[in-house]
């Protein structure tokens, strides 16, 4: 029987966890390590009682709570909820789960309440601005304010130019999904946007980030980043270009332990199993890189193309957050939205109408 609500929302944010509970035990093992503990298809079960996640999953629930609760979609009106968050996860006890350096730097300083723009730590493009993002691309919301408050979300910790320009993308590539987009269209999209936004600065959103960066105006400045990413989804055609060799997609776009090369490498462990929800996540955590991230991420992509119903039976109970994951995913399901593609879309398979005019 087809359930007739995709439950995209829920699919995505939950998708999310499991790659990070997936990808947990195998962040820092080497690909061989991993195949040796687990099989040349990469772990596949949830394990523990409930599974636990990272800061990944943690920070993704810290803005997505942000986003639920402000009263309104602006920087004004989002940021201090962010921070608020940001902060509350620094000191949490919970907070025992490898977290990145450059978030703990920029929570101390957001905790002091000096302005973000001068707590960020202004030269970091680590993963860890995007892989908290994708709630972001959930929300019902016009595209501009989309790239703000991916790009804001991102700015409070990391502030170089790729941090912000792959937060947009990665919180753009779960919109289009949610949309109708099949999977195999995000390359390209995504690629289109980034020549598009190549020369926008949103200094509604941002203030003066610029500034701290060295560079000589505000468009060059974000150009950067997106011509870093533009670097990085080039690497990804190359490789989609190639068979698939069933090995470690870091060779082709990176470990991912910076923005770009997360997005990059998350969208083709995506795309080379845009079918099977869990062979996506187990090749996401069977990498020499950043597994945790990559796997969450290419979940959040996955299960938005699939909806809950793509996830094994049983999981959505077992991981840990399920409660907070549920309650997001009820609040921003729209049961009126575009039907599943679910498990029958040929990859190049074309755009639903829901994608059009966003
Ligand atoms: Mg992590």
Redesign the pocket.
């Known amino acids: 029987m087809i359930d007739s609500a995709p439950r995209r929302a829920a699919g995505s944010l939950f998708g999310l966890a499991f790659g990070?509970a997936l990808g947990?035990p195998t962040?820092f093992l080497t690909v061989a390590e991993i195949v040796g503990r687990y099989g040349p298809t990469g772990p596949r079960e949830l394990v523990g009682a409930p599974a636990l996640v990272?800061?990944?999953t943690q920070l993704a629930l810290a803005v997505a709570w942000a986003l639920h609760d402000a009263p309104g979609h602006t920087a004004a009106e989002v940021e201090p909820l962010l921070r608020r968050r940001f902060v509350e996860w620094s000191v949490s006890p919970e907070n025992n789960?490898?977290p990145g350096m450059t978030c703990l730097r920029a929570c101390g300083e957001l905790a002091r309440g000096v302005r973000w723009q001068e707590a960020t730590v202004a030269g970091s493009k680590g993963c860890g601005a995007n892989?908290r993002v994708t709630p972001v691309g959930l929300l019902d919301v016009d595209l501009d304010t989309l790239a703000g408050l991916a790009q804001l979300q991102a700015g409070l910790t990391h502030g170089h130019p790729t941090g912000l320009a792959a937060s947009e993308l990665t919180a753009y590539a779960v919109r289009l999904v949610c949309d109708g987009a099949a999977l195999a269209e995000l390359p390209g999209r995504l690629a289109a946007r980034a020549r598009e936004q190549r020369a926008v600065y949103r200094a509604d959103w941002l203030g003066d980030l610029w500034q701290r960066s060295g560079e000589r105006t505000p468009e060059e400045f974000i150009a950067r980043g997106w011509d870093e990413c533009l670097d990085a989804l080039a690497r990804l055609d190359d490789a989609l270009a190639r068979a698939d060799d069933g090995g470690d997609p870091c060779r082709y776009t990176g470990e991912g332990w910076v923005a770009e090369e997360a997005l990059a490498t998350a969208l083709l462990c995506a795309l080379r199993h845009p079918d099977d929800p869990v062979a996506a996540l187990a090749r996401g955590a069977t990498t020499a890189g950043d597994s945790?991230?990559i796997a969450a991420l290419a979940g959040a992509f996955v299960g938005a193309a699939h909806g809950l119903a793509g996830w094994p039976e049983g999981w959505a109970a077992r991981i840990e957050y399920a409660d907070q994951l549920a309650t997001l995913a009820a609040a921003w399901d729209r049961p009126d939205g575009p039907t599943p593609t679910g498990g029958d879309m040929p990859p190049g398979g074309t755009t639903a109408a829901g994608g059009a005019g966003q």
């Open positions: 990070d947990r962040e990272t800061d990944d789960r490898a892989m945790d991230s």
